[in-house]
């Protein structure tokens, strides 16, 4: 019997932990009605080979008349300006003759760059904000890759002032930290994708990552992961047991849109109109 003891104990200890670690925010829990919109379009409802790039004024117009919810990614430049734009690299968007990282620049200086094959430049947040004007539900999606995570202050300026509905997202655990330490009335999700299976993994920090075991720190109010790898046992724990909202990054087909509807409570889109 005391064998049977220490051996439940033993087993009891470890998931205890783990679900302690796993465990979002579950007091003081801010109004999450703006994920209530299932769709939000990937960097807006764009098209890189024509005028409505990606994260550019054009494809987040459209995503407004269209009524879908826009997800975007948010730098800042050397001078202190959130602009949106995805890659740390300008290359892949701006062309090889862009080279280093938007960090690199300050806004005037990121001007000189088109996106695509567009005469499109790199949109301000403020610009973007501007434009939107409430009418759709934003995902916020803080590109910070470093254990520094000043740009936070930046970008919460900028949000601060808007009227409008949003939610911010981040793969880093310390930028949700910082909104739960500052704003804690902030939605916030934790974005997450199986790093090792996705030819990302790059330490301890990136398996943690993908099992989400930062969550205890992050508190995140939903859980954006890869679904592609959604059978990360994790995911499901906070969506089953802990009642979080899910959203799936990045649907790319109706097909893929109707085989995850059983598993996802938000799609995040693109290359179709769901």
Known sequence: MKKLKTLTEMITAPCALYLLALMPRMTKRPDVSLLKKKYFAHRGLHDNAGDAPENSMPAFAKAVEAGYGIELDVHVTRDGIPVVFHDAKLARMCGEHAA??????????????????????????????????????????????????????????????????????????????????HHNEIVRGQLATNFRRDGEFRNVFS????????????????????????????RKICRKLYRKPAAA??????????????????????????
């Not at 995140?220 to 990360?232: G, T, V, W």
């Not at 790319?252 to 179709?272: A, K, M, Y």
Request: hydrophobic share 40%; with cysteine; net charge negative.
């Open 100 to 181: 280093g990282e938007v960090e690199d620049y300050t806004y005037g200086e990121l001007r000189q760059f088109a996106l695509g094959v567009s005469a499109e430049r790199i949109p301000k947040l403020e610009d973007v904000l501007l434009m939107v004007r409430g009418r759709v539900p934003l995902i916020v999606e803080i590109k910070c890759e470093t254990t520094n995570v000043s740009c936070c202050e930046a970008i919460d300026g900028i949000l601060g002032a808007y009227g409008g509905a949003y939610c911010i997202e981040s793969f880093n655990p310390i930028v949700l930290l910082w909104f739960r330490r």
């Open 207 to 234: 398996f943690f990552m993908t099992h989400l075991l930062f969550n205890f720190l992050a508190k995140p109010d939903f859980i954006a992961y890869n679904h592609e790898f959604r059978e990360e046992p994790g």
């Open 249 to 274: 990054w990045t649907v790319r087909t109706r097909e893929e849109l109707e085989r995850l509807r059983p598993e996802f409570d938000i799609f995040i889109f693109e290359s179709f109109t769901p």
